[in-house]
Structure formats: C-alpha cells, structure tokens
C-alpha cells in the first residue's frame, strides 16, 4: 500500500497463461475485493458520471444511461420542481455512503451529510438546502448532526473489511468473479481455465490505483 500522502494503489498478483499471454487469475487483497464489491452500492446516476470524468478520451456507454445522464445535466434547474430535484439525480447519494468512506481507496469520495430544516420548522428535513417545505420556505437551515462520526469510528479498525472479513484473501478471474482462496479452488480453476500444466504460468504483480479502478 502507498504512503497516505500519495494515491492509495493495491498491488495484484497475476497468474499468467505465458503461452497465450493472458492472465487467468489474479489473486487480491481483501481491501481491493472491498472497492469492487463498493461498486454495487453506488447509483447509476453516480456510475455514469464517474466513467464520464475518468474516460473522457475513451467514451463508456451503459445502454441509453449516458444519454438520460446528460439529458438532466443539460435542462434548465427551471423544468424541475426545484433546485434540489435536480442535483438528486445529478449526484444521487449511495445508502453506504458512511460505510465507503472507510475504503482505502474511494473512487467517490462524497462530502459529509448535511440536513436541512426551514426557518419555520414544519417536521420536515432535507439532505438539499434548496428543497422547498410544504409552507413554502426554503430548507436551508442547518441542522447539526452528531452521530455520523461517532458510527464511523465505531467501525475503525484495520483488523476489519468494509464489506468482507479482514481474515479473507480472494482470487479473481478476468470476468469479476470472486471467491475466498484456497488451493483446491486455484487448482480446479486453473483445471476449468485449460491451465492445468502448472509449469507453463508465470506471475506478474500490478498496481491498481483509481484510473484502473474506473
């Protein structure tokens, strides 16, 4: 892992076929495994900006999303009910936003939840300054809130996965399937990859940082 002051990387352990020069399996860490399984957590809206951000000179489409994405970016904040309306889709919040924040390598790090009442306070809150409470009034007095970092140190612990156990190493093959590792699981991979001559792999190690990642 890198120093802290620098982009964290994780480093992969590629098992590769020599022969046709192609990596059947890579073995990885339990924190690389945690940003992978992330992923799933993050809303489309989300996915689509960050390929967009990181592959602006290799465009990634996903089906017609890209086009809807950019349909909500480009519309005037005055065809929506309201500012706020808006920014949701833009930057739509994951539910395990809390939980992300403790990945060693977080490809969207988010700013600090944040809640917001009016003036008048008519029980209702909002994550938006700009949302609208049915008086009228815009919610844009904030409330503080002080458990969000209380739940996050519960969790600090490096003997601890984000989403995994922190006892688990994984192997990988090159369509992202994931397994715990084990000797008999690598053999009867490698057996189903037609890789069975042990002696004809070799092994590479990779850095992974967030441009891979993306």
């Given at each position: 892992?890198?120093?802290?002051?620098?982009?964290?990387?994780?480093?992969?352990?590629?098992?590769?076929?020599?022969?046709?020069?192609?990596?059947?399996?890579?073995?990885?860490?339990?924190?690389?495994?945690?940003?992978?399984?992330?992923?799933?957590?993050?809303?489309?809206?989300?996915?689509?900006?960050?390929?967009?951000?990181?592959?602006?000179?290799?465009?990634?489409?996903?089906g017609?999303?890209?086009?809807?994405?950019?349909?909500?970016?480009?519309?005037?904040?005055?065809?929506?009910?309201?500012?706020?309306?808006?920014?949701?889709?833009?930057?739509?919040?994951?539910?395990?936003?809390?939980?992300?924040k403790?990945?060693?390598?977080?490809?969207?790090?988010?700013?600090?939840?944040?809640?917001f009442?009016?003036?008048?306070?008519?029980?209702?809150?909002?994550?938006?300054?700009?949302?609208?409470?049915?008086?009228?009034?815009?919610?844009?007095?904030?409330?503080?809130?002080?458990n969000?970092?209380?739940?996050?140190?519960?969790?600090?612990?490096?003997?601890?996965?984000?989403?995994?156990?922190?006892?688990?190493?994984?192997?990988?093959?090159?369509?992202?399937?994931?397994?715990?590792?084990?000797?008999?699981?690598?053999?009867?991979?490698?057996?189903?990859?037609?890789?069975?001559d042990?002696?004809?792999?070799?092994?590479?190690?990779?850095?992974?940082?967030?441009?891979?990642?993306?």
């Amino acid at each position: 892992m890198a120093k802290s002051s620098e982009e964290p990387k994780f480093s992969l352990r590629l098992i590769v076929d020599e022969e046709k020069n192609k990596v059947v399996l890579a073995e990885a860490c339990r924190d690389f495994v945690d940003v992978l399984f992330s992923l799933l957590t993050l809303p489309m809206g989300t996915i689509v900006r960050l390929l967009e951000n990181h592959r602006k000179s290799e465009p990634v489409t996903l089906g017609c999303f890209n086009n809807l994405y950019r349909s909500v970016v480009d519309m005037g904040s005055d065809c929506f009910e309201t500012e706020a309306c808006k920014q949701m889709l833009v930057y739509p919040k994951s539910v395990k936003d809390l939980q992300c924040k403790r990945l060693k390598l977080n490809i969207n790090p988010t700013e600090d939840i944040k809640c917001f009442k009016c003036s008048s306070y008519c029980g209702l809150y909002s994550n938006f300054s700009t949302s609208k409470c049915r008086c009228g009034k815009f919610m844009n007095e904030e409330i503080q809130l002080e458990n969000e970092e209380q739940d996050l140190g519960r969790f600090q612990d490096d003997d601890n996965g984000v989403f995994v156990s922190g006892r688990c190493s994984f192997v990988l093959t090159d369509d992202l399937e994931v397994s715990v590792k084990s000797t008999e699981l690598v053999l009867n991979k490698l057996k189903s990859l037609g890789c069975a001559d042990v002696g004809k792999l070799g092994e590479r190690l990779l850095d992974i940082g967030v441009k891979e990642v993306c």
